[in-house]
């Protein structure tokens, strides 16, 4: 159980087009759901927390109309980003929160964004 | 500020135990994780720990002091494929109630035959 997948696993992009990343949990509803960047070698920086139904809330310092998140299910959320340059090539990593228990966060594959 | 620190490398020998500290210095706290992580993957739940105390879960156990802002993750019997970054997680309790997670930098392990 607590499984949660990401689409796609890598992509490649021209600089200037628009990417959109999925999160899904297979398994289970997350009202929550959270987007993280990681470069290499560095630990996972949270870039915007996003709750099914509202807004997202942005960490400070991320752009919320370059980083559009949409999360209009119980089960998908999306991160699309738009007018993508090389400086956002990076592993990007869902995560969705497991109601109960230990309220843990559930990682998604991650999917590699290279912008050319 | 929020600040959690790690050991950026260590390296053990196989069959051996190691034992990987952090230090956190949060606004809130509700819970520490330690998540395992692989080159090029996503990070896979490890423990928790919101009590003081030692968790014991197989090779692995957790400790926290929540007076001293510290935690530690206990690898026994270390295996090759053990090798990967172990990274700290602090749930932060004032987040309006989303209570997300504050990553240290991680440990990357190499465990040698």
């Known amino acids: 159980g607590a499984v949660v997948s990401q689409h796609p696993s890598r992509v490649i992009c021209k600089s200037g087009t628009s990417v959109k990343i999925e999160c899904r949990s297979l398994d289970f509803q997350a009202t929550t759901m959270f987007w993280y960047r990681q470069f290499p070698k560095k630990s996972l920086m949270l870039m915007a927390t996003?709750?099914?139904?509202?807004?997202?809330?942005?960490e400070q310092g991320v752009e919320k109309d370059k980083f559009l998140i949409n999360h209009a299910s119980l089960t998908l959320s999306t991160l699309t980003v738009t007018s993508a340059h090389p400086e956002d090539s990076s592993f990007y990593i869902c995560s969705a929160r497991l109601a109960g228990g230990y309220n843990e966060q559930f990682f998604g594959p991650g999917t590699r964004l290279t912008v050319l | 500020g929020q600040n959690i620190d790690q050991p950026t490398e260590m390296t053990a020998t196989e069959g051996a135990i190691v034992q990987i500290n952090c230090t956190y210095q949060t606004s809130g706290f509700n819970g520490l994780f330690w998540y395992q992580q692989h080159a090029g993957e996503a990070p896979t739940f490890l423990s928790y720990n919101v009590l003081d105390g030692l968790e014991e879960k197989g090779r692995f156990s957790s400790f926290l002091s929540r007076s001293k802002g510290y935690s530690y993750l206990l690898l026994k019997e270390l295996q090759m494929k053990d090798s990967a970054s172990y990274l700290c997680a602090v749930r932060d309790g004032f987040s309006g109630g989303y209570n997300k997670l504050i990553f240290g930098a991680g440990t990357r392990l190499a465990v040698h035959p």
């Open positions: 996003s709750n099914e139904g509202s807004k997202a809330t942005y």
